[in-house]
């Protein structure tokens, strides 16, 4: 089972104190799906209004907020954001590329919340969206 690296190195773990890696992922689906998420991203962009993104820089701001509150919070954009979406896309498709996207503009709004909101996306793609990845490279390596 693949796992999403958010650092670009190859996922791995120790076994008997040495590392060994997970399965290899060839570089051009990884570049493949990248450019076709990113193209998607562009048009989200657009769409996202500023009160969604201010509301999360709020949140994130606010460190008084679990983790788990900020992982709500994010999620519940997401899933509200992925309600407008055309129903002729895939539902799980259009909740990573806004996921990231979210994870963009916050990030360009307040800079110093990067670490913050990575981590919380990194970690709602992992809990949410963690099998559609795997399929989704899968798919393109068939």
Not at 97 to 114: D, E
């Amino acid at each position: 089972e693949l796992e999403l690296q958010t650092d670009g190195n190859r996922s791995g773990h120790l076994q008997n104190g040495e590392l060994v890696f997970g399965p290899e992922v060839d570089e051009d689906v990884v570049r493949i799906i990248a450019a076709q998420l990113a193209e998607i991203g562009d048009q989200f962009d657009k769409e996202i209004k500023a009160t969604v993104v201010n509301d999360l820089v709020q949140h994130f701001l606010n460190e008084n907020l679990s983790r788990e509150e900020i992982n709500r919070r994010m999620s519940e954009a997401v899933e509200q954001l992925a309600r407008a979406i055309p129903s002729d896309m895939e539902r799980e498709k259009a909740m990573l590329v806004l996921a990231m996207v979210l994870t963009k503009k916050i990030a360009n709004t307040v800079p110093s919340l990067l670490h913050r909101v990575f981590s919380t996306t990194v970690n709602y793609i992992s809990q949410h969206l963690h099998n559609y990845v795997v399929r989704m490279v899968s798919a393109v390596t068939q």
